[in-house]
């Protein structure tokens, strides 16, 4: 069932109509449509354009002439259609319209043409009781209350759309989660691209690597760290280190205890001095202080000639070489020290984040190789230095040694190191890129653990299988449905009788609307098959038909075509659109019956949309027959249930050059008379000063009712009556005889075409209305305030 024509954009009258915000109720809740749906409108108010959309979808093709128009219809299940999805549509449609009469009746636009046959069913028994039996196999497909086939194709379609909805509410669970993780602006993959990588991920491309990775991808806190730092660093300029040469130490222990073990000779030395080396150094000190000097600085004592002697000797050739050597050994040594407490000193900072543990390895060994080194030199230096001190002693000397080809290795490691991290620098970028790809994947991985991404999946897998399983079974049943529908249309065309439908047509003819004159007559094509159907007055072909005979057959006809081979067996949509034109008052009646008896009441329908723009139609409408119908539904507690059958009436109007839908007014639903309508009319202009389709009727509208209101007024018959009763009723002259002219010039374009093409002067007409309305209310207040109890406008 149809619950609201959600939009129509751009087509005919309609240029921007939304139901939600027009068709509302007091509280501006929007109202549905129901089983039985009733639209009033004046002429080009939309009423035709609204039954051209739902012949769309009794044609299946779509809004020609209108390439650029659409429309949204909302269905009873909350799903949509709209112009491209016609096709797809699958409720059969009804329509009559002026499209259906002149594309079904075509002597109307041709009079040698006759009008499109179609068939009913005939009598055969044996063909009855066969279509009976597939019937029985069928069930009933009533809503709410099938049975046979046609409840296992329910049950069938209920349990596949359940499995459908599970499969769908766990994969739309994790698309969320997907959708989050790649795309989310603050914390997606997409949007940090600085550490990921990739400006253009999306959820294809996390769905491609949660399916690559595994746990073995996840790294560690540390890793993950080290990685974030190396994708920010910039092009690094890497240290060079030169290598650090040092003799052997064998050379070294061999030249040092050379000069440690060097003794002196004795002869000509100071006894006192040798055995004292502080008294050794300080003489020897005082003596290169007091060269070329005779006298002691220190006590004043002459220095003679032969104490100089005496210094001289102990101070010898021989003892100076040997301090000079083992000064500058201890020079040697200090520089090599030196030059070992910084020796081949690295740090991760000097180098790219990817080469921290390396650069800390070799950091590691080193500082172990540097310290051994300086402890071996450093002992090597402290007995040199004490001989130094003690030249003429001959101590022992203690070898040291160091394994040089352990700090050859070192250097090659730290050669290797810059020779690798130049290459990193030189291709940055695309190491980078590693480090990024590293770290994606290592949260793509830690993601899949986290949300339980192959626990999902598994149970994706397994509803699929449920959900194949019951598509399988649902096709089954619809096809076993199909295949007995086709069965029965099958045998219905063996019984098909096209002569049936004419006498259909007259039946209604002569039965509803007492026509005895004119009939439909099946007639065979000459030169070829099958026959046409055309219209006879008497023995006679029928032309020149009045609209009102035209109307009186095309209603006839499209009421017996629900019964027609392809619409029999079917509940279709009916909309039927203004079936009263030039009828007169009984013809009236008879279309009301007809709808009535041979349409609503026999209940062969889903739901059906009547428009009209004859307000005593539209009374009439209000006698339906539904009460006694009902229609099956399942309660909360999932009992089958009867409800009444539900009536909906909607207004259709002009607003410029626009039409919208609206709720029928109160007044209209309850009292559906001329009289009360047109007062309400005159009212509106009254207040309204930009609704130009209230003003362009106003002359028409005053002139209606200024006739019945005076009419009851002044029960008398004069001629040229109803200027004397204006004059009389509004006793300003001046004023009665404007209203007398508006309403003369506005209800009558008859010889003024240039009335009819100029704007009314809105101004005017309103301040008319209103004065019109001042007097009633004057003169007969009890009866004005009834009139506007009766508009819901006191």
């Known amino acids: 069932m149809i619950k609201k024509i959600l939009e129509i954009k751009d087509f005919a009258v309609f240029k921007d109509f939304e139901w939600d915000k027009h068709v ?28 051209r959309i739902f012949r769309a979808f009794e044609l299946k093709r779509g809004l020609e002439k209108y390439e650029n128009s659409s429309f949204k219809l909302e269905l009873s299940d909350g799903s949509t259609i709209d112009e491209k999805s016609i096709a797809s549509f699958t409720n059969p449609v009804r329509v009559f319209n002026e499209d259906f009469v002149k594309d079904n009746l075509l002597f109307i636009g041709n009079p040698e043409e006759g009008v499109t046959p179609f068939a009913v069913l005939g009598e055969n028994a044996q063909i009855e009781s066969e279509i ?25 379609i209920k349990r596949y759309q359940e499995a ?50 595994t746990q073995s991808y996840r790294l560690s806190d540390e890793q993950i760290t080290e990685l974030k730092a190396s994708v920010k660093e910039e092009t690094k300029q890497i240290p060079h280190m030169s290598e650090y040469t040092l003799p052997s130490f064998e050379d070294i222990n061999q030249w040092i205890k050379a000069i440690v073990e060097q003794p002196i000779m004795a002869s000509g030395k100071i006894e006192e001095l040798v055995h004292n080396a502080i008294a050794h150094k300080w003489v020897e000190e005082g003596c290169k202080l007091h060269e070329g000097k005779k006298t002691c600085l220190f006590c004043g004592g002459e220095i003679t000639k032969n104490r100089w002697a005496e210094l001289e000797r102990h101070y010898d050739e021989a003892t100076r070489i040997l301090k000079d050597k083992a000064q500058k050994a201890v020079d040697w040594l200090n520089e090599q020290i030196k030059i070992v407490k910084e020796l081949y000193k690295i740090s991760p900072e000097q180098y790219y984040q990817h080469f921290k543990m390396e650069v800390e390895g070799i950091s590691k060994n080193m500082d172990k190789l540097r310290e051994n080194l300086f ?23 203690i070898e040291h040694t160091f394994d040089l080809s352990e700090l050859n290795a070192i250097y090659s490691q730290i050669e290797e190191l810059e020779k690798s991290a130049t290459e990193y620098g030189a291709k940055l970028t695309q190491e980078q890129s590693k480090a990024k790809e590293k770290l994606r994947l290592s949260e793509v991985a830690r993601f899949k653990e986290e949300i ?5 999946v598994k149970i994706i897998s397994e509803k699929e299988a449920v959900f194949k399983e019951k598509e399988v079974i649902k096709k089954e049943k619809e096809e076993a449905v199909l295949l007995k529908e086709q069965a029965i249309k099958a045998k219905e065309r063996l019984r098909q009788n096209e002569e049936e439908g004419a006498r259909k047509v007259n039946a209604i003819l002569k039965n509803y609307f007492g026509h005895r004159f004119i009939e439909l007559r099946a007639v065979k094509k000459d030169n070829e098959e099958g026959i046409y159907f055309d219209v006879f007055r008497g023995e006679e072909k029928a032309y020149n038909l009045s609209e009102g005979e035209r109307n009186l057959v095309a209603f006839a006809y499209f009421v017996a075509r629900l019964e027609d081979v392809e619409t029999i067996s079917e509940k279709p949509m009916i909309w039927i659109d203004d079936p009263i034109s030039s009828l007169d008052a009984n013809h009236v009646f008879f279309i009301f019956s007809l709808i009535d008896q041979q349409i609503v009441a026999k209940r062969q329908w889903t739901q059906i949309f009547i428009s009209t723009h004859n307000l005593d139609f539209l009374r009439y409408l209000k006698r339906l027959h539904t009460k006694e ?91 040229n009556c109803l200027h004397k009763k204006i004059l009389r009723f509004f006793s300003d002259g001046c004023a009665a005889t404007t209203i007398d002219r508006i309403d003369n010039e506005l209800s009558h374009l008859e010889g003024l075409m240039e009335r009819g093409m100029s704007v009314s002067d809105h101004s005017e007409i309103k301040k008319c209305a209103q004065y019109i309305l001042e007097t009633i209310k004057t003169k007969d207040p009890d009866q004005y305030d009834a009139f506007l109890l009766s508009i819901n406008s006191k």
């Open 164 to 213: 459908e909805k599970e499969i769908r509410e766990e994969k739309d669970g994790l698309e969320k989660q997907l959708k989050f993780k790649a795309l989310d602006k603050r914390t997606g993959i997409k949007y940090q691209s600085l550490l990921f990588g990739d400006q253009n991920y999306n959820v294809a491309k996390l769905e491609e690597e949660l399916k690559m990775v």
């Open 452 to 456: 339980g991404y192959e626990e999902i």
């Open 629 to 719: 119908l009902t229609i099956p539904y399942l309660d909360k507690k999932g009992d089958i249930k009867q409800r009444c059958i539900q009536i909906q009436r909607f207004l259709l109007e002009r607003q410029d050059n626009s039409s919208v839908i609206s709720v029928m007014p109160k007044y209209m639903k309850e009292h559906v008379t001329e009289f009360n309508y047109l007062f309400h009319q005159i009212y509106r202009c009254s207040e309204d000063t930009e609704n130009y389709e209230l003003f362009y009727n106003f002359g028409n509208n005053a002139r209606k009712f200024l006739e019945a209101y005076l009419y009851y007024k002044y029960p008398d018959n004069e001629t």
């Open 132 to 156: 009976q039996e597939l019937k029985v196999l069928l069930g009933s497909a009533e809503e709410e209350n099938e049975t046979g086939l046609y409840l296992e194709r329910k049950n069938a």
């Open 24 to 51: 509302v109720d007091s509280q501006g809740k929007a109202v549905c449509m129901q089983d039985i749906n009733i639209f009033f409108g004046r002429n080009y108010s939309g009423k035709t354009t609204l039954s």
């Open 375 to 397: 402890t071996a030199l450093d002992s090597i230096l402290l007995q040199v230095n004490k001989k130094l001190e003690d030249i003429h002693s001959t101590p022992s000397y």
